[in-house]
């Protein structure tokens, strides 16, 4: 797995230029995406040039543009990496 160093800013851009390629290669123009999404067209046309936009909102675009798939793997458990990791116990909270 690569590892890259990315602002919070630069990653906002890169995840708004790549919702805009696949809005573009669905064919959709932020009209259409706006009608098929429920969110407003100047929303997206913010996001899009600016990378800002609500979570609520970016979950609607992925789902109108089929890429709902990737956010399951945001915050999901990573694979233990070593022995030590598989006999560490989960914390429980509340409890150390």
């Known amino acids: 797995m690569p ?17 805009k390629a696949q809005r573009l290669a669905a064919n959709f123009t932020r009209r259409t995406l706006a009608e098929k999404s429920g969110v ?16 609520h909102n970016l979950l609607k675009l992925a789902f109108a543009l089929n890429c709902m798939d990737n956010f399951n793997r945001l ?17 429980q909270r509340g409890s150390l």
């Not at 600016?50 to 979570?55: A, D, L, P, R, Y």
């Not at 915050?75 to 914390?91: C, G, M, N, S, V």
């Open 3 to 19: 590892i890259t160093f990315q602002t919070p800013d630069a990653l906002l851009k890169t995840i708004a230029a790549q919702a």
């Open 75 to 91: 915050f999901a458990e990573k694979p233990p990496q070593t022995i030590a990791d598989l006999q560490t116990t989960t914390r």
């Open 40 to 55: 407003a067209e100047a929303s997206i046309k913010r996001f899009e040039t600016t990378g800002q936009i609500g979570f």
